[in-house]
């Protein structure tokens, strides 16, 4: 037989509060991996999200926990350690690397989206090696550092880069 609880509306957001890690004080030393590791363990991930105004919102949900934090020690974090992979969860998110098994079903299940940049791109294959050989050579990468594309820059609003038709 379950026991039904009533809890008050105070008491509700408490516990809502608490369960996104907001019951602990913020470190008084510098955050550290220990810190970042919490937080994202914690929560199970940390969507990706470059909407912002300040900063990208993702970095916002790590300061919200602890304060000011250094970004480039979080970046070292997240992607020079092996600690964290981004992943497809909800939406493109950093995942504890643990959690690479978990989402294998979203990696067996992937089709590409028909209206994709990438799709409409002349000569996508060779630019898509020239990635992987990227890869190879200098290990984990992100968007910026891949090479520029031929054709029109980004335009404010946009939500990736422009590619040429």
Known sequence: MIRRVKVSVAEARRIAFAAQGFDRARPSAAPDARHFRRIIDSLGLLQ????????????????????????????????????????????????????????????????????SPIAKMPNSKQYLQQILQQVEREGGVTANDLPPLPGPKRQPGDWHRSIPR
């Open 48 to 115: 990706l999200d470059f909407v912002n105004v300040l900063v990208p919102a993702h970095y916002l949900m790590i300061w919200s926990r602890v304060g000011a934090y250094d970004r480039a020690r979080f970046d070292r974090f997240v992607y020079g350690r092996g600690n964290c992979t981004e992943q497809w969860a909800h939406e493109a998110s950093i995942v504890p690397a643990s959690a690479w098994p978990l989402l294998a079903h979203r990696r067996a299940c992937f089709k590409p989206w028909k209206n």
